[in-house]
């Protein structure tokens, strides 16, 4: 195991550092890993436990070397202050030396940068950015320092024999869930899997609970009531709902687990009413399968899924039989539809040897465009195409920016984000290597078709964000139905009393041109949609798959 390098360090030689005031029971918990894309060796996470309460503690540093092949120790060094009464992580993954500081006498974490929990090491199944360089970026802010007032939220940070106490709902969030991880504690043991645990019979085994049955104590309660003050006071990407969590303090520090069940939904999906935001498993000692969620859909969820119904009534109106092909033709005109962008894994697109595999277009969107476009070359009449992208809810970034170089004019593929944390905007420049032989070219398709994307209030996300970049651009024209919008990266959580939900995160999404990226001015927001590019290329869901209509549509 790689071992983090602790470094003493106290400006006076003579300073000693006294206990809190505590009892602190230490126990050694199983912990088991279901993620293929981590190696991580430890089978045990050590759990601290304080004043015979049954909220969960981490030692700071412990947790960083336990979980080594998660995180990359090998970049990480810590150091200990006891004049100023505070616990320092460095990190220099990222190619710059940022710090994360935690303060156990006001309770405060401070981080040089939002990018100071990126601590984690390469996804070892999925390249995400495969065909990817980064070529240039620019931003109104390089460094952005924050400060998270956790004692004003109500939290409690210890020192205890030489170690940092932190609660594991904080830690478990900061440096796992903000990287797409999450470990979950069932009162017997920890789990942890990447994003989220999803498979039915590892659900089962993390939900067959100690927890089931037995109502949560006062403070067990209170640390999940400060964990959600916390997220919606620094982490929800449209702005903070603090306010409203504490208008709803009574119901989440209830003891009963049908309240405070009830309050999750009703905050997270009703409340903030955004499809990027919602609960997708209730707590300990729900019985999910046959809890009633119906009335907690959320009306920008109702909106979606109607759309959904009546885009999928028009495919069966036109297609009786079906048509899973990835193109279709009419005249000369040919409709590709992508219904989310993917990047396939490694074993799912390439052969032992490195060769593409014939089925890849079936796991990676990339590879489903090219696809595409090769049966379109192989049709040689066709002067439009349509990316349908109206049942397409989104998915990975670089997904994205892989499929658009095909339709794209430029060299690169601007993609700009706001970070709601530090107000900071950054834009960067991305070339892909589209013809994958290492000379980063245009695409030949980009000026050989006239190109359109028909949306709906379904597409959102990355779709939201393909169809914003493309029509800013004049690479494509926006048809049938501005798009639902969506523009911030998602944070999926998992609370200790078992609640998992998702959040829309800190980043959003900002749409670039090269004009807008030289000048970082000039920029459009996307998070409430992409309009029509004008309003004469308005389609009735009725005739999404009536090709007759879109090819009428657009020869307006």
């Known amino acids: 195991m790689f071992m983090l390098i602790f470094i003493g360090v106290s400006l006076s030689s003579c300073f000693t550092l006294e206990n809190d005031n505590i009892t602190v029971e230490k126990k050694e918990i199983n ?60 990190s220099d993954i990222l190619g710059v030396r940022l710090r994360i500081i935690f303060n156990f006498e006001n309770d405060y974490i401070l981080a040089d940068d939002p ?13 995400y950015s495969r065909l990817l360089k980064l070529t240039d970026s620019k931003t109104n ?27 594991y709902s904080l830690m ?24 989220i645990i999803s498979e039915k019979d590892k659900l089962n085994e993390v939900y067959d609970s100690s927890l089931v049955g037995k109502n949560q104590t006062l403070s067990e309660r209170d640390d999940n009531y400060k964990l959600l003050k916390f997220i919606m006071k620094y982490y929800y990407g449209l702005g903070s709902k603090l306010e409203k969590v504490e208008e709803m303090k009574e119901e989440f520090l209830s003891t009963d687990p049908k309240i405070y069940t009830k309050a999750y939904y009703e905050f997270i999906n009703l409340y903030l009413n955004e499809n990027h935001s919602g609960v997708i498993r209730a707590p300990y000692g729900i ?102 992208l109206s049942l397409n809810g989104g998915g ?23 970070d709601y944390l530090s107000g900071r905007i950054v834009s960067y420049k991305y070339s892909v290597d589209v013809n994958e032989n290492g000379n980063y070219d245009i695409s030949a398709y980009a000026n050989k078709y006239n190109f359109y994307i028909l949306d709906s209030v379904y597409t959102y996300s990355s779709a939201n964000i393909f169809s914003g970049i493309s029509q800013k651009n004049g690479w494509a024209k926006v048809i049938g139905e501005k798009s639902g919008g969506g ?48 309003a004469k290329y308005a389609l009735e869901y009725k005739d999404y798959s009536n090709d007759e209509a879109l090819y009428n549509l657009i020869h307006q």
């Open 31 to 90: 912990f088991t890993d279901y993620s293929e894309e981590y190696d991580i060796k430890s089978d045990k996470l050590t759990a601290y436990f304080i004043n015979n309460e049954d909220v969960v503690y981490f030692d700071v540093e412990t947790f960083i070397v336990e979980l080594s092949g998660l995180f990359d120790t090998n970049y990480i060094v810590s150091s200990m202050s006891k004049l100023f009464k505070q616990l320092t992580l460095s």
């Open 115 to 127: 990018y100071a929990f990126s601590i984690t090491t390469v996804n070892e199944t999925t390249d």
């Open 141 to 167: 802010i390089s460094i952005a320092q924050i400060k998270f007032d956790c004692k004003s939220l109500g939290y409690d940070f210890y020192y205890y024999n030489g170690l940092v106490l932190v609660p």
């Open 172 to 195: 478990n969030f900061l440096f796992c869930s903000t990287n797409y991880y999450n470990i979950y504690y069932n009162g017997y043991e920890f789990y942890g899997d990447y994003l």
């Open 287 to 388: 019985d999910y399968a046959n809890y009633d969620r119906s009335k907690y859909r959320s009306e920008a969820s109702e909106k979606s899924s109607n759309a959904a119904k009546e885009i999928k009534a028009s495919y069966n109106t036109y297609f009786p039989d079906g048509n899973n092909d990835v193109v279709r033709f009419y005249n000369d005109l040919a409709v590709i539809t992508c219904d989310s962008f993917e990047t396939g894994a490694n074993d799912d697109i390439f052969n032992a040897d490195g060769s593409l595999k014939d089925d890849a277009y079936l796991y990676d969107t990339f590879y489903l465009f090219k696809y595409g476009f090769d049966k379109i070359e192989e049709n040689g009449n066709i002067k439009d195409v349509i990316i349908n």
């Open 396 to 418: 990975n970034l670089g997904a994205l920016i892989r499929s658009i170089s095909l339709i794209s004019k430029n060299n690169d593929i601007i993609i700009g984000t706001c």
């Open 487 to 534: 523009a911030c990266s998602i944070i999926p959580l998992v609370f200790p009393d078992g609640m998992v939900a998702q959040i829309s995160g800190t980043s959003q999404n900002l749409i670039f041109d090269s004009e807008s990226y030289e000048n970082l001015s000039g920029y459009d927001y996307c998070e409430a949609g992409i309009d029509l590019y004008s």
